[in-house]
């Protein structure tokens, strides 16, 4: 079964407002968690990693300001994308790490942004 | 993490096995070796890892060469839900505070 879940999988938001994306560890704590964002045809582009208690961290080029990540627990992180224009439209994943050395990234369904 | 080449796209009969290549030439010595798949619209499937042994789970077996700079996944019996995108990927062992780095992967299409 699945061990990260992301909520909602599918969302329609109009231009200007915010959305919310929320990304849970089922059965395990999850210090840091990773966000992604994948548009058609095209491979999966880390955005940013989020730390429990702390700053995420940003990849070059991704607006920490427009993309705000809170990991506010040790299951959950959240996604806000603010502000949001039709070019945000895309599919957005999250993942986590479980386990020790060697340990294994678990990614989760994915969550559809469109932006009308 | 070392760079990966997987070839883009690849056919194979429905009940047939399902050899994936990787080259991971520069790989260093404390690197596993990982393979997801992404089926289209959903979130990448863990498959299989592994550092120098070969491994066996329900999915899928991974060979890797001695001198590990390549590495084949096996799919034993492709099915037609085994279509997707194959990514080969080569990570720090124990490293849960760095991502991922996707490359393109392989187009597996299986054919009835």
């Known amino acids: 079964g699945a061990v990260v879940s992301q909520h909602p999988s599918r969302v329609i938001c109009k231009s200007g407002t915010s959305v919310k994306i929320e990304c849970r560890s089922l059965?395990?704590?999850?210090?840091?968690m990773f966000w992604y964002r994948q548009f058609p045809k095209k491979s999966l582009m880390l955005m940013a990693t989020?730390?429990?208690?702390?700053?995420?961290?940003?990849e070059q080029g991704v607006e920490k300001d427009k993309f705000l990540i809170n990991h506010a627990s040790l299951t959950l992180s959240t996604l806000t994308v603010t502000s949001a224009h039709p070019e945000d439209s895309s599919f957005y994943i999250c993942?986590?790490?479980?386990?020790?050395?060697?340990?294994?990234?678990?990614f989760g369904e994915g969550s559809w942004l469109t932006v009308v | 993490d070392a760079k990966t080449t997987q070839p883009p796209s690849m056919d194979c009969a429905e009940g047939r096995a399902a050899n994936l290549p990787c080259n991971h030439s520069?790989?260093?010595?404390?690197?596993?070796v990982y393979w997801y798949r992404q089926i289209h619209s959903q979130g990448p499937q863990y498959i299989i890892h592994?550092?120098?042994n070969n491994e066996t789970n329900e999915m899928a077996s991974l060979i890797i060469t001695e001198d590990r700079k390549s590495s084949t996944l096996i799919l034993p019996h492709a099915t037609l839900r085994d279509t997707a995108v194959y990514y080969c990927i080569v990570r720090v062992a124990g490293g849960g505070a760095d991502g991922l780095t996707f490359g393109k992967g392989t187009h597996l299409i299986i054919q009835p």
């Open positions: 592994g550092l120098k």
């Open positions: 989020s730390n429990e208690g702390s700053k995420a961290t940003y």
């Open positions: 059965d395990f704590q999850a210090t840091t």
């Open positions: 520069t790989i260093s010595g404390n690197e596993y």
């Open positions: 993942s986590a790490p479980k386990g020790g050395a060697g340990n294994t990234i678990y």
